[in-house]
């Protein structure tokens, strides 16, 4: 089929309203943003989320093929609830954005045919958008919106990223992990310690409890001299601490109230390590630019410790730090459709009323 509406420039007639579906992985969402004719920020008008956290617990991770069953389930509820909560109809759409990829092949699958479907029934041009792209962007809907340019650390999942950014798809990838991403880090030593699945956020309410300094875990590359990073180290070390304390898949011994204490040491060591390697990274990444704008993005990016110690060390040196709303650093809808704003708005957006399921489950940010 011939492509209908060819890439071209956005102009003053450029679509106004974006609708925007997320399902790369265990979230579907959906959201719409507006984008003024007269050149202002893009601007969320509704969005809505469901989390399939309850149904992978079960199984301690997450299941590609359960994932996708529900997102068909979730996704046209979620729509109607989004349209309802704008008091717009699907009529009144102008472009159709879904997430692309990076991502799991069948989550993205569902959401790129919801899509087509709706692009087409509609007669709406349809856009992919790098699900990356939406968590670096997604500051731009916080109460402090960052200026271009500024330097990036996208900690989302398994990637975590610095990035020199210039400008709506001006990218440059300053240093990236070589194994393991902080959140993997997270994750996989919660798994070890017996914390349910999503381990992250149980692991850094754990450590709130426990003493930083308490067990001696290793700092991959903190000193490799460039920008990027390593963290399966790390949890092999937390995996050695285990070992020695003889707790390893015992989780009745763990659960004991003894050691809980010993636990949330180690996972306030744990949270200490990855949070230090981070900082210090950004801070030699600003050193690197001559930068003093910080924008900080990804489900990491909700840690508290990792802003309070960010905040605390950007303000020493008058750099400027941004983060998502806490309720937007997941996987959601809103950042998808604000991403395709902005490239509307940049004129960079490749629509198009070909209905396509050209999803790309490894989609590398630099080649934007």
Known sequence: MPDLNPAQPSTASAPQLILGLESSCDETGLALVELPADGQAPRLLAHALHSQ???????????????????????????????????????????????????????????????????????????????????????FLSQD?????????????????????????????LGETVDDAAGEAFDKSAKLMGLPYPGGPHLSRMAEQGRAGAFDLPRPMLHSGNLDFSFAGLKTAVRT?????????????????????????????TQAAIVEVLLKKSLAALKETGMKRLVVAGGVGANRHLREQLDRACAR????????????????????????????????????????????????????
């Not at 958008?129 to 997604?138: D, I, K, M, P, R």
């Not at 919106?145 to 990838?173: C, K, N, W």
């Not at 070992?243 to 996972?267: F, N």
């Not at 997941?330 to 050209?358: C, E, S, V, Y």
Request: glycine share 10%.
């Open 145 to 173: 919106p960052p200026e271009f340019p500024f330097v990036a650390l996208l900690v989302s999942g398994g990637h975590t990223q610095l990035m020199r950014v210039d400008g709506v798809g001006r990218y440059a990838i």
């Open 53 to 139: 956290i309850d149904m992978h617990q079960a199984y301690g991770g997450v299941v590609p093929e359960l994932a996708s069953r529900d997102h068909i389930r979730r996704v046209v509820p979620l729509a109607r609830q989004v349209l309802t909560e704008a008091g717009k109809t699907m009529a009144d759409v102008d472009v159709v954005a879904y997430t692309r990829g990076p991502g799991l092949a069948g989550a993205l699958l569902v959401g790129a045919g919801v899509a087509c479907a709706l692009g087409v029934a509609l007669n709406k041009p349809l856009l992919g958008v790098h699900h990356l792209e939406g968590h670096l962007l997604s500051p």
């Open 241 to 269: 601490h285990l070992v020695r304390l003889g707790w390893l898949d015992r989780a009745d011994l763990m659960a004991e109230p003894a050691a809980q204490a010993v636990l949330a040491d180690l996972a306030a060591s």
């Open 317 to 368: 040196r008058g750099i400027r730090v941004h983060y998502p709303e806490l309720h937007l650093c997941t996987d959601n809808g809103a950042m998808i459709a604000l991403a395709a704003a902005m490239r509307l708005q940049a004129g960079q957006a490749q629509l198009t009323h070909t209905p396509t399921f050209d999803v790309k489950p490894r989609w590398d940010l630099s080649t934007l």
